[in-house]
């Protein structure tokens, strides 16, 4: 049976008719002990029917129908129980409890659902003995509990209490009605008190099942009071939340009231609120902004919006914001180039020493501007280079020789799409893209935009940045650039973006393609030697406070610091060692005692320490088995030493150094080629299957890939061989193919000039490469010998040491390990 059971207390005769008509029916309850009887039992889901109480039953299930028809046709009497499981459609006896109430039926109504509606009265309390059937209906046998009368101070002060925290809970909470305390007001017995308020109360079955199997009345009431007490702090503490809700919401109310009011007064006096003279603000400054008309309209639309909205609403600050920010973006102001071509190769003379590549482009871009203004495009530049050759400080002096505002922004490390296009203005604390957001820093709608470190933009699950980029630098696109906060396209074409990166491996080539690159190649000593005494030693001077002592540099001083205390591409160290000795002579300045006026080579062990490497870093001598490479690194160019020891084994080839897949390859290849070509070599005899072979690249910690070492594998490889040794002033690139061909690589500029720095004699590049030679500066070309080959056979003319006359070449009887190449610790990477 499936009851739905709600006390009806609308209607007084739930409370009333247990004072006035239940007196009759308290006489009709038999209280002298009686023995078992047998009653037809009425499972009830989610309800307890205490004694004396009128409550309505709402029957459903067939069986409950039947047993209730059954029990009103033989007058039997009736018994309802609660089921210890409300959801169980079908309870059995081990479902229900084993304390119920005996009820009278007062009047059946059958409902056109086919349920039945019995209006019920308790009347006493039924222990169940056992069941005697389950089918077709439930019938028990029970015995009649009686109650013990109780009387005396004890019982009246516990009613009294109870009654008081009653009348406590009638009064905080809307739903118990006043009715069913004066009810209990009208009662003078403790059990029918107590049965009365549990019938109330708003408790679950298993705690008012609990109530009913209390027989002792002053224990059910002494239960009861400590339910009401439970119960009054639970009200309390809701009605003293409601009550500062409710002072919430009234002076909310009160305040919208008053403005309201004021606002009214105001009008009525000709006067503007604030809200008013912010909204008006707002738009004089957008129209004095200049916005174009479809940015105008959307900001119209939002200020509509802002004046109908109360100033306390959360989206109203988030309107303010975007207007702000759309009044203070530069929509027409623009700064004045300066078009004077003399006096801008002046301004990059005077801060940047060579460079020569990308101060012709911008005095190109100039002389361009000046004879058609407008119709050249803003161009975009990359400059691309080793760190510390002045990529960026090369931005700001072409900036200050146009006259424009300079403005940079670093993308390195950046991995989410938003720091270029902004946040949407549906989440919280949104804010536009760093490219908004540095020009409204900017301040003028054609500024020197450098983007710093761009081969640095990282990928990730927010987005591409790379590719958010591609709308940014493209000339055909950035005139209506898009950024999520703003919403409204906004013009970058007179921007003038310069990009800046050390290497272009990990740009996008769809990125790569929209931008001009301009090489910034590592210095050579004599340049190095020039910026040294043109900028960074009157700088130093100037910033450690020396300018009155006139500390002055020796020619060879900066020599041997370039040479024995550097290592680089460009001039950041060698400026740090300067600005380290001036630190150390304004110290004797400051403290008062005798300091150098001129720096000579003798004097820097003092002031730097020993040196930090070696000038020259070609082996000591020529060696068997040892050759010397160049590569391309971050940092610039730089030498790479490959080392081949041959062992008694199985035929292995063993490679070390943590050598990439494309330089694994050029090993195997140069194997290849050199076992192909063992008769013409001078090695015929080796039998490579009992021949283990070792080729290792020191600096295992550093990561090496390309095929650029090719050809210095392979000679290093047939040295060992052939037993020949390898000229030490000897430096090669090239890749090599199975056929013995040298193959064209690339950074052949940078490669030799870390071979001039090393002081080596020869270098050995790829006769493909001759066009790339016109990039080398002259004073290199002149102290080296640069040899273009084609094939193999002339690399091995030129790096191997001819026999002496009537040495026969034969393969070893004893392998020795050879000694390892000394290498500058600025090797990142190979060649390319």
């Not at 160290?573 to 008062?592: D, M, P, S, T, Y």
């Not at 020869?762 to 070309?781: A, F, G, M, S, Y």
């Amino acid at each position: 049976m499936k009851l739905n059971v709600p006390l009806d207390f609308s209607n007084e005769m739930a409370f009333l008719g247990p004072l006035m008509g239940s007196l009759e029916d308290a006489m009709e309850i038999e209280t002298e002990e009686k023995g078992e009887l047998e009653y037809t039992v009425i499972p009830l889901s989610n309800m307890v029917v205490f004694p004396r109480m009128v409550a309505p039953l709402f029957i459903g299930r067939d069986r409950s129908v039947r047993a209730v028809e059954a029990a009103m046709a033989v007058n039997m009497p009736i018994m309802v129980v609660a089921q210890r499981d409300g959801d169980l459609e079908n309870p059995e006896p081990d479902d229900l409890y084993t304390v119920g109430t005996e009820v009278t039926i007062i009047r059946t109504l059958h409902m056109p659902d086919g349920s039945t509606s019995v209006l019920s009265q308790g009347r006493q309390r039924i222990q169940i003995s056992e069941f005697t059937q389950v089918e077709p209906f439930l019938k028990a046998r029970g015995i009649p509990i009686t109650e013990k009368a109780h009387e005396g101070l004890p019982t009246e002060a516990l009613m009294r209490a109870a009654l008081a925290l009653f009348e406590k809970c009638i009064q905080l909470d809307p739903d118990l009605p006043e009715e069913a305390y004066v009810a209990a007001m009208n009662i003078d017995e403790p059990g029918w008190l107590a049965d009365l308020i549990a019938s109330v109360l708003d408790m679950g079955v298993e705690e008012k099942q609990g109530l009913l199997e209390m027989f002792d009345s002053m224990e059910r009431l002494q239960r009861l009071s400590i339910l009401l007490g439970r119960e009054l702090d639970v009200l309390e503490l809701e009605n003293r939340i409601h009550q500062q809700v409710q002072e919430e919401m009234d002076r909310s109310q009160r305040e919208y009231f008053l403005r309201e009011q004021m606002r009214v007064i105001q009008s009525e006096l000709g006067e503007a609120d604030e809200q008013t003279r912010e909204i008006n603000e707002l738009r004089e400054k957008l129209e004095a902004a200049g916005l174009p008309e479809e940015a105008f309209k959307k900001a119209e639309r939002e200020l509509e919006r802002l004046a109908t909205m109360p100033p306390v609403a959360p989206e109203a600050a988030i309107i303010r914001t975007y207007l702000d920010w759309l009044a203070d973006l530069p929509w027409q102001t623009a700064t004045e180039d300066n078009m004077d071509i003399a006096h801008a190769a002046e301004i990059l003379d005077k801060h940047h020493y060579g460079l020569s590549k990308a101060k012709e482009r911008i005095l190109e871009y100039m002389a361009v501007r000046k004879l058609a203004p407008d119709k050249m495009r803003q161009p975009i530049l990359c400059f691309v280079g080793p760190p510390g050759t002045g990529k960026t400080s090369m931005g700001r002096s072409i900036a200050e020789a146009l006259g424009r505002k300079f403005v940079r922004i670093s993308l390195g490390g950046v991995r989410d799409e938003a720091e270029i296009r902004g946040h949407r203005r549906t989440y919280i604390g949104a804010m536009p893209g760093r490219i908004i957001q540095t020009m409204r820093t900017a301040g003028t709608l054609n500024p020197l935009f450098m983007l710093d470190e761009i081969d640095k933009v990282g990928l990730d699950f927010r987005g591409d940045p790379a590719a958010a980029l591609l709308e940014v630098l493209d000339p055909e696109q950035n005139h209506a650039f898009v950024d999520h906060y703003l919403d409204v396209p906004y013009d970058l074409s007179k921007v003038m973006f310069i990009t800046t990166a050390n290497v272009l491996d990990t740009v996008p080539p769809a990125l790569r393609d929209r931008m001009e690159v301009i090489p910034f190649s590592g210095y050579i000593e004599e340049e190095k030697l020039a910026i040294a005494r043109q900028f960074l030693v009157p700088r130093q001077i100037e910033e450690n406070g020396l300018t009155g002592h006139k500390l002055s540099f020796s020619e060879q001083a900066l020599r041997t610091i370039i040479r024995e205390y550097t290592y680089e591409a460009g001039v950041r160290n060698l400026e740090r060692n300067i600005a380290q000795i001036c630190r150390k002579v304004a110290r004797r300045v400051a403290e008062g005692k005798p300091a150098p006026h001129h720096v000579i080579p003798a004097s820097l062990h003092k002031y730097l320490g020993p040196p930090e490497f070696t000038f020259g870093m070609a082996e000591e001598q020529d060696e068997i088995g040892v050759a010397t490479g160049l590569a391309v690194t971050e940092a610039g160019g730089d030498l790479l030493s490959v080392e081949v020891t041959l062992m008694n084994g199985k035929g292995n080839l063993l490679l070390t150094g943590q050598l990439g897949e494309v330089m694994q390859e050029s090993a195997q290849a140069a194997l290849s080629y050199a076992r192909s070509h063992a008769d013409e070599l001078g090695f015929g005899q080796v039998d490579f299957d009992k021949l283990d072979i070792h080729i290792h690249v020191p600096e295992g910690a550093i990561p090496k890939d390309g095929p650029s070492a090719g050809i210095t594998i392979a000679t290093a490889l047939i040295s060992a061989l052939s037993r020949r040794p390898i000229r030490r002033k000897v430096g090669m690139t090239g890749e090599i193919t199975l056929r013995g061909r040298v193959l064209p690589i690339g950074g052949l500029k940078e490669k030799v000039l870390a071979a001039h720095r090393a002081r080596l004699e020869t270098v050995i590049v790829p006769r493909k490469n001759q066009k790339d030679l016109v990039e080398i500066p002259r004073r290199v070309r002149r102290d080296l010998k640069i040899v273009l080959v084609e094939r193999m056979d002339e690399v091995l003319s030129i790096a191997l040491v001819e026999p002496e006359p009537g040495e026969k070449h034969r393969r070893p009887t004893r392998h020795r390990r050879q000694a390892a190449a000394t290498i500058p610790p600025s090797v990142t990477a190979s060649g390319r």
